[in-house]
């Protein structure tokens, strides 16, 4: 008789599977889609390990594992990613969260401690290009006194980013635009921060992203053109006008592109450099400026 399909048999099958299919975390990916088949917990597996789940389940998992080894991300097939320790829902109409974005709501919590509103209570946050939400809602969650402005060009992402700010209880204080940057933000409104993760990809740079990334994550949101910085630089004169005088900008970009957004900086004359926040590698990737008064 055949071997039965554990949860121990069937994790080291798919790992080994996964890994002839270019994955380069198997194990944790096998485990992942596992358990989200199982609705349990990923630590659950390995008190379960010699159950034999049903058919429902497995067919479930063979679905799921078929297209993670087609290049479908994990976080599209579980629906979910975590993101500053808080659960976010994703579908393939926002990008994934990355880790890098954490350095930002680091960089701007510290600076809100000191930041006292310009006007009235709260302190007034615009998150630009908020694709899931993650950097609007961890504002409004983590300063209790914000009021965010969160837009995207994309209103299937703003779909998303919704249902974010509901899950964690902060949507009534994050206002939604679909906007193409701050345009359609009503004119007299000023931020104390403006916080963004653009699209900062370069055309020639799309094309050697890892198939994972260039054919199943939105291009809207990662590409912004042959330099890389098109985003960005409509976005800096926007934001010296929008920026109270003291008011911060926050801009994640590509190490490849931060002396060119530095001259831009430089190049609207409105906006004072501060120094710029290094990722998890040390490589400049959060750029920051101070409104002139
Ligand atoms: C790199 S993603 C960042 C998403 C999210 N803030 C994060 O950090 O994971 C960029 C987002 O900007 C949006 N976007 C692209 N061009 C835009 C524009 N001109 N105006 C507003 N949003 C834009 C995209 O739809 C996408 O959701």
Request: proline content about 7%.
């Given at each position: 008789?055949?071997?039965?399909?554990?949860?121990?048999?069937?994790?080291?099958?798919?790992?080994?599977?996964?890994?002839?299919?270019?994955?380069?975390?198997?194990?944790?990916?096998?485990?992942?889609?596992?358990?989200?088949?199982?609705?349990?917990?990923?630590?659950?597996?390995?008190?379960?390990?010699?159950?034999?789940?049903?058919?429902?389940?497995?067919?479930?998992?063979?679905?799921?594992?078929?297209?993670?080894?087609?290049?479908?991300?994990?976080?599209?097939?579980?629906?979910?990613?975590?993101?500053?320790?808080?659960?976010?829902?994703?579908?393939?109409?926002?990008?994934?969260?990355?880790?890098?974005?954490?350095f930002l709501v680091i960089g701007l919590l510290d600076a809100a401690k000191t930041q006292k509103p310009a006007t009235g209570d709260a302190l007034q946050i615009a998150d630009v290009g908020t694709g899931s939400g993650i950097l609007a809602v961890c504002a409004a969650l983590k300063i209790p006194t914000?009021?965010?402005?969160?837009?995207?060009?994309?209103?299937?992402?703003?779909?998303?980013?919704?249902?974010?700010?509901?899950?964690?209880?902060?949507?009534?204080?994050?206002?939604?635009?679909?906007?193409?940057?701050?345009?359609?933000?009503?004119?007299?409104?000023?931020?104390?921060?403006?916080?963004?993760?653009?699209?900062?990809?370069?055309?020639?740079?799309?094309?050697?992203?890892?198939?994972?990334?260039?054919?199943?994550e939105p291009h809207l949101a990662l590409e912004a053109g042959p330099r890389g910085t098109e985003v960005i630089q409509r976005l800096i004169p926007q934001a010296a006008e929008r920026l109270v005088a003291g008011g911060q900008l926050f801009i994640e970009l590509s190490p490849q592109i931060h002396e060119?957004?530095?001259?831009?900086?430089?190049?609207?004359?409105?906006?004072?450099?501060?120094?710029?926040?290094?990722?998890?590698?040390?490589?400049?990737?959060?750029?920051?400026?101070?409104?002139?008064?």
């Amino acid at each position: 008789m055949a071997d039965p399909w554990t949860i121990g048999r069937l994790l080291t099958w798919t790992t080994g599977f996964l890994k002839d299919h270019g994955s380069e975390s198997p194990r944790l990916e096998a485990e992942v889609l596992l358990a989200h088949a199982l609705e349990c917990e990923r630590i659950m597996l390995y008190a379960r390990f010699g159950e034999e789940p049903n058919e429902a389940v497995r067919a479930a998992y063979r679905g799921l594992v078929k297209e993670r080894s087609a290049g479908k991300p994990v976080a599209y097939l579980t629906g979910g990613r975590e993101f500053y320790s808080l659960d976010f829902a994703v579908s393939p109409d926002v990008l994934i969260p990355r880790p890098e974005t954490e350095f930002l709501v680091i960089g701007l919590l510290d600076a809100a401690k000191t930041q006292k509103p310009a006007t009235g209570d709260a302190l007034q946050i615009a998150d630009v290009g908020t694709g899931s939400g993650i950097l609007a809602v961890c504002a409004a969650l983590k300063i209790p006194t914000a009021h965010v402005t969160a837009v995207d060009v994309s209103p299937a992402a703003l779909k998303i980013a919704a249902q974010n700010a509901a899950k964690h209880h902060v949507a009534e204080r994050i206002e939604f635009f679909e906007s193409d940057l701050l345009a359609k933000v009503p004119p007299a409104r000023k931020f104390d921060f403006i916080v963004s993760n653009p699209p900062y990809i370069t055309s020639a740079e799309m094309a050697e992203l890892d198939r994972d990334v260039r054919d199943f994550e939105p291009h809207l949101a990662l590409e912004a053109g042959p330099r890389g910085t098109e985003v960005i630089q409509r976005l800096i004169p926007q934001a010296a006008e929008r920026l109270v005088a003291g008011g911060q900008l926050f801009i994640e970009l590509s190490p490849q592109i931060h002396e060119a957004v530095q001259q831009l900086l430089q190049a609207d004359g409105r906006l004072d450099p501060l120094p710029t926040i290094e990722d998890q590698n040390r490589r400049p990737r959060i750029v920051r400026a101070r409104r002139r008064d």
